[in-house]
């Protein structure tokens, strides 16, 4: 089993930063993705940054410029440096690792972006 563990969420001002991680443990292997997902209030889940196998990266439109996924593979940690956050940003943000057999959720920190 998978299992993953966030941090770093909380309450900042627009234009401030959040570095969101999320560390992962258990067996892990043939990794296809490890990715960011967001889900604000009234909304659906969505993707917002994801790294897939070969390391190519990807952004929902509305982050392009502003956040940047990264991962350490010596910590097995993936991360999400958010810089710029303004409010529409504010949602609960989930890490995700999906491996050829399995598809593994944190448990979720959420981010809020509030004068």
């Known amino acids: 089993q998978v299992q993953l563990v966030e941090s770093g969420g909380g309450l900042v001002q627009p234009g401030g930063s959040l570095r969101l991680s999320c560390a992962a443990s258990?067996?892990?292997?043939?990794?296809?993705?490890m990715g960011w997902y967001r889900q604000a209030p009234g909304k659906e889940r969505e993707l917002v940054a994801e790294?897939?196998?070969?390391?190519?990266?990807n952004y929902v439109d509305s982050v392009k410029g502003r956040f940047t996924i990264s991962r350490d593979n010596a910590k097995n940690t993936v991360y999400l440096q958010m810089n710029s956050l303004k409010p529409e940003d504010t949602a609960v943000y989930y890490c995700?690792?999906?491996?050829?057999?399995?598809?593994?959720w944190g448990q979720g920190t959420q981010v809020t972006v509030s004068s």
């Open positions: 258990g067996s892990i292997f043939s990794i296809n993705a």
């Open positions: 790294i897939i196998s070969g390391g190519r990266k």
């Open positions: 995700n690792i999906e491996t050829r057999y399995t598809n593994t």
